[in-house]
Structure formats: C-alpha cells, structure tokens
C-alpha cells in the first residue's frame, strides 16, 4: 500500500495539487461528492461519483483519494504502487511538489 499526503494552505491547494499528481502520472481520479472518497484508477478513465459505484466497481479501483478536498489535506492510497504494481509493505510519504 502506498500513501501520500497533499497539505496545502487555501481553498482547493492540497486537491488540485493530488489532482495535478495524478495527471502527470496518468492516473484518472473520480468525481467530488462531498466528503466521499475519490476514485482512481491507472489510464484513461472517466470514474463516477462515490454513491454511483458498485461494490465490483470500487474494488476494481487501483486507488482512493480522501480528506477536505476545500481545506486539506488530502491523501491518495494505493493498494498497490501508484502505477498498479503490488507492493510488499506500506508506503507514506509527503508530497513535496
């Protein structure tokens, strides 16, 4: 599993920051619904809302983005590396970009 950490001052920092992220790395993220988490899922994808997933759908997922997408921080976890690869042990890190 692999965590990282967006903490950001000002509205949206620490999103767009996990957002921006993802893009260059070519991970799709899911729609905002409020406090729900935020699909991800390695390539091109459009993912929908939390509430619109099914069960098969969020374990298909590669990844989950968390936390006050306003205010920060937010965290995106991987159940395997960030480029769908599995890992042995738990990853964290702070995002420094």
Not at 27 to 43: D, W, Y
Not at 71 to 84: K, M
């Amino acid at each position: 599993m692999v965590t990282i950490v967006f903490d950001r001052p000002g509205d949206f920092e620490a999103c767009n920051a996990a957002e921006k992220w993802c893009r260059d790395r070519g991970i799709s993220v899911g729609e905002m619904q409020g406090p729900a988490p935020r699909g991800l899922l390695v390539g091109d994808f459009w993912i929908a809302k939390w509430r619109n997933l099914n069960a098969a759908e969020k374990r298909a997922l590669n990844g989950r983005m968390t936390g006050d997408m306003r205010h920060g921080p937010v965290t995106i976890t991987f159940d395997d590396d960030e480029y769908g690869n599995p890992v042995g042990k738990q990853h964290e890190r702070r995002a420094t970009a």
